[in-house]
Nanobody, 122 residues
């Protein structure tokens, strides 16, 4: 199983980016997929998750109203649409998959992508 994250880059504050995570090797119809991030000198933290079968979504308080998460069954891919970006959103963003419950708990995710860097300039 491989997860390939892409879409990171440099953006000005207030701008938008869309991250993608393409999975190969299996599907995640019975679990959750999500995004986590790790800023320099900080621990990895939950950003957003979606339960593949139901479409239920979960967000960290810090990104509610600014980020959305979605998935594409045909492409076995999920996305993180980030808007109104702030300098504090700067981090390496990791996609993850395979959580059977508690989608906000990163310890329950089985598969991880390699990370994509998002830099928001002020």
């Amino acid at each position: 199983v491989q997860l390939q994250a892409s879409g990171g880059g440099l953006v000005q504050a207030g701008g938008s980016l869309r991250l993608s995570c393409a999975a190969s090797g299996r599907t995640f119809n019975s679990s959750a997929v999500g995004w986590f991030r790790q800023a320099p000198g900080k621990e990895r933290e939950f950003v957003a998750a979606i339960v593949w079968s139901s479409g239920s979504t979960y967000f960290a308080d810090s990104v509610k109203g600014r980020f959305t998460i979605s998935r594409d069954n045909a492409k076995n891919t999920w996305y993180l649409q980030m808007s109104s970006l702030k300098p504090e959103d700067t981090a390496v963003y990791y996609c993850a998959a395979g959580a059977r419950c508690a989608p906000m708990n990163m310890n329950l995710y089985t598969y991880w992508g390699q990370g994509t860097l998002v830099t928001v300039s002020s």
